[in-house]
């Protein structure tokens, strides 16, 4: 039983973290992307106030969580696991692996859309510069993998064995 209880309890933990990692990645590629597209307004002379950069980027976390933030987690997913067996060799690289999965996943993504469909949902994406951005969001994330597990891993080593 309570072998069971630590399994439900080192999954969930997983889960937290990995969850964390996809609504910072999500979070950094939205926010940029927004000002992206705020810049470009500007830049055609459109006035835009401190209050609608927060009220445009507030809409559109709210508004791309249903289309953006699965697509996210769907590719961290496969870059994880990929990056967990690579892992399994190349332990030592764990920090640097993490963050290169979730910044590939972000332009795979983009590529990937464009690819099948011949569009670029994702405005920011549309450049060279763009898509970097994206991937360094990306690499925000899997970096936020990395250091939320280190930091469980260190506790977990911290605690006194109960019973």
């Known amino acids: 039983m309570t072998e069971s209880i630590s399994i439900i309890r080192f999954l969930g933990i997983r889960l937290g973290i990995f969850l964390a990692s996809v609504v910072?990645?999500?979070?950094?590629?939205t926010i940029t992307a927004t000002q992206s597209v705020i810049a470009r307004l500007a830049g055609m002379g459109v006035d835009v106030t401190f209050a609608d950069r927060v009220s445009m980027t507030l809409?559109?976390?709210?508004?791309?969580?249903?289309?953006?933030?699965?697509?996210?987690?769907?590719?961290?997913?496969?870059?994880?696991l990929v990056t967990a067996l690579l892992c399994r060799?190349?332990?030592a690289w764990r920090a640097v692996l993490y963050p290169l999965a979730g910044g590939v996943a972000l332009i795979c993504i983009h590529l990937a859309l464009n690819h099948a469909f011949q569009i670029t949902?994702?405005?920011i994406?549309?450049?060279?510069?763009?898509?970097?951005?994206?991937?360094?969001?990306?690499?925000?994330?899997?970096?936020?993998?990395?250091?939320?597990?280190?930091?469980?891993?260190?506790?977990?080593?911290?605690?006194?064995?109960?019973?």
């Open 125 to 163: 994406a549309r450049s060279h510069l763009g898509l970097l951005i994206q991937g360094l969001a990306g690499a925000a994330g899997g970096y936020a993998y990395v250091a939320l597990l280190q930091r469980t891993r260190r506790r977990k080593h911290a605690e006194p064995e109960s019973g």
């Open 24 to 29: 910072v990645a999500y979070g950094l590629a």
């Open 121 to 123: 949902p994702i405005a």
């Open 89 to 91: 060799w190349l332990g």
């Open 59 to 80: 809409h559109d976390l709210a508004g791309m969580a249903g289309m953006f933030l699965p697509i996210i987690a769907f590719g961290f997913l496969l870059a994880f």
